[in-house]
């Protein structure tokens, strides 16, 4: 359990922000976001300037536009965490609670205790370390692209034409010294900015959606398991904790969706653009194999995060639907009559699919793979123009 709130309270340490804080530091951390936030925007200046600079070279313009976007995205998680900050640490605190109760009573599966939540704090703290790291190595490889390239020509005694990490043009010399290691530095500290918070916020929901899942589970277990023969009193005391742990898990279920609707729809809205961006960078970069990989890699960074949103989202609705299934596989019919209308009620609630939106878009495995079509599509498109 400690491995993955500590990996949580690191995500949002990362970010600045800390749940032991007075108002007054409260204030100057709420100061750093909004630091943050526009540092991250200044960035599209120069990155638009050289789309404008650079508009009659198509190459040129989507390998910025990709860019664009992604910072794009960032702005949204920037400004999502600086609204529910503190809904943030109330669902980790939530979250550590409800472990702890179940924790201390095991659901049972097949006549086996079973522990869902610790086996799913596992998972996702594999996961959210893996997640982390894999945005944190793509952020490398593009700080270190430009500085090998240097290297490698001055080996070779070669004439190398500085470029940066990002396609961006700055209303002074950005090639010669020492405007160059100036815009480098500006550079890196904007890439580190944009993983730092991508990784903390994804991160965060990932695990979010695991533990909801798991408690899901729990229930499914506990509904299964649960004697409907006991005593009146006894019997309706265990259906009032099964339908109060189940308005529990959709309350988190409607306050996760709630937190992330801005980074959802974002997520889709601008993942969409990025595929038909890259896909192009990708095709008309097929000679080239250093460019080819530095497309591919960016192109599988943002898929994974739209991944992320569309497991989380498919692992919830997946789990929410099978409490239905649980109630119908118990001794229900051992129950007074007048307690199944608990029952009842819980069926009906888990009929409704519990879903992570934002508008019309969706975050399932369905969508996800609907974009993944999407891109090969227009790669046979793109391939049949030129």
Not at 267 to 284: E, N, P, R, W
Request: include cysteine; glycine fraction near 6%.
């Amino acid at each position: 359990m400690g491995t993955l709130f500590q990996l949580q309270e690191n995500c949002l340490r990362a970010m600045g922000h800390s749940h032991n804080v007075d108002s007054a530091k409260d204030k100057v951390l709420s100061l750093k976001h909004i630091s943050s936030l526009l540092f991250v925007i200044s960035a599209q200046y120069p990155l638009i300037s050289y789309a404008v600079y650079n508009r009659n070279d198509m190459e040129k313009v989507t390998a910025c536009l990709s860019v664009v976007l992604t910072n794009l995205l960032t702005v949204v998680k920037i400004t999502t965490f600086l609204v529910y900050k503190q809904d943030f640490w109330a669902m980790i605190r939530r979250f550590r609670k409800m472990h702890q109760q179940s924790s201390q009573s095991p659901s049972k599966r097949n006549g086996l205790d079973v522990d869902y939540v610790a086996e799913a704090n596992k998972l996702a703290s594999f996961l959210g370390r893996a997640y982390c790291m894999s945005c944190g190595l793509t952020g490398l490889y593009f700080m270190l692209g430009p500085i090998l390239k240097i290297v490698a020509s001055n080996w070779q005694g070669t004439i190398y034409v500085r470029e940066l990490p990002m396609p961006m043009k700055f209303p002074f010399d950005g090639v010669g010294s020492p405007g160059y290691e100036v815009c480098f530095l500006y550079t890196v500290l904007v890439t580190v900015v944009v993983v730092s918070y991508a990784s903390a916020v994804d991160g965060l929901f990932i695990s979010f959606a695991i533990n909801l899942r798991a408690h899901f589970q729990t229930l499914q277990g506990q509904i299964e398991n649960s004697q409907f023969d006991l005593p009146e009193k006894e019997t309706q005391a265990g259906l009032k904790s099964l339908v109060d742990y189940h308005d529990l898990l959709l309350s988190l279920s409607r306050q996760l969706r709630s937190i992330y609707t801005p980074t959802v729809f974002g997520q889709f809205v601008i993942t969409s653009l990025q595929v038909g961006v890259i896909i192009y960078q990708l095709v008309t970069s097929m000679d080239s194999v250093m460019d080819l990989l530095l497309y591919a890699t960016f192109f599988g960074s943002i898929m994974l995060q739209l991944f992320i949103y569309c497991y989380g989202g498919e692992i919830i609705k997946a789990e929410s639907l099978q409490v239905d299934v649980a109630v119908r596989l118990s001794n229900w019919y051992l129950a007074p009559p007048k307690l199944r209308r608990s029952l009842a009620l819980i069926i009906l609630q888990s009929q409704r699919e519990v879903l992570i939106r934002a508008g019309f878009f969706v975050a399932s495995l369905a969508n996800f793979v609907g974009i993944c079509r999407t891109a090969l599509s227009l790669i046979t498109l793109i391939k049949s123009i030129e």
